[in-house]
T-cell receptor, first 114, second 116 residues
Framework: DAGVTQSPTHLIKTRGQHVTLRCSPI?????VSWYQQVLGQGPQFIFQ???????GRGNFPDRFSARQFPNYSSELNVNALLLGDSALYLC?????????????FGEGSWLTVV | AQKITQTQPGMFVQEKEAVTLDCTYD???????LFWYKQPSSGEMIFLIY??????QNATEGRYSLNFQKARKSANLVISASQLGDSAMYFC?????????????FGAGTRLFVKA
């Protein structure tokens, strides 16, 4: 079975542009969460979606938004990119939206803002 | 404020020996989950082991075991019989419930170097 898949794997954007990152969860998983990992730090929670509804949001500005589709795939959108948005963006899926369930991560999307 | 603390930025261990990676946490939520993930240089986060706050026994998964001391709020990872392939970043994480969902907080990580 395929794991969590993310696209694109690498991309370069300029300041002020917009970016869309995509994530397909493990088959049967209904929960998707997004994390930002800046070089040298641990991942920071951005969003969690379950059954197409936002269930959790971290301390990120409104430039960050996301959505989950009927097939449970998800998009993360970032507007008005800043140099500080350069990071590895990780998507994770789990079978349910509860805290006890293991989440499985994709390989991430490496975003560089220049 | 909820947080995860990993005080060891880097650790060295000789191949085939055991190593303990430290993790302490702070939360007021009575229901939480503790996780350890391995992150190789490729970037992917690999799940290693899980411990629920109400679990009575320490979790074990193959060569990985979690030394859970609830009163001290610590959840150290023990890797037995280290292998060269264990060289990577290791993150301790805590899952807390939100209304209808959850959030996960990660520590800063510990880089493990396994020496031949």
């Amino acid at each position: 079975d395929a794991g969590v898949t993310q696209s694109p794997t690498h991309l370069i954007k300029t300041r002020g542009q917009h970016v869309t990152l995509r994530c397909s969860p493990i088959s049967g998983h209904k929960s998707v969460s997004w994390y930002q990992q800046v070089l040298g730090q641990g991942p920071q929670f951005i969003f969690q979606y379950y059954e197409k509804e936002e269930r959790g949001r971290g301390n990120f500005p409104d430039r960050f938004s996301a959505r989950q589709f009927p097939n449970y795939s998800s998009e993360l959108n970032v507007n008005a990119l800043l140099l500080g948005d350069s990071a590895l963006y990780l998507c994770a899926s789990s079978s349910r939206g509860q805290s006890g369930n293991t989440i499985y991560f994709g390989e991430g999307s490496w975003l560089t803002v220049v | 404020a909820q947080k995860i603390t990993q005080t060891q930025p880097g650790m060295f261990v000789q191949e085939k020996e055991a190593v303990t990676l430290d993790c302490t946490y702070d939360t007021s939520d009575p229901s939480y989950g503790l996780f350890w993930y391995k992150q190789p240089s490729s970037g992917e986060m690999i799940f290693l082991i899980y411990q629920g706050s109400y679990d009575q026994q320490n979790a074990t998964e193959g060569r990985y075991s979690l030394n859970f001391q609830k009163a001290r709020k610590s959840a150290n990872l023990v890797i037995s019989a280290s292998q060269l392939g264990d060289s990577a970043m290791y993150f301790c994480a805590m899952r807390e419930s939100l209304t209808g969902g959850f959030k996960t907080i990660f520590g800063a990580g510990t880089r493990l170097f396994v020496k031949a």
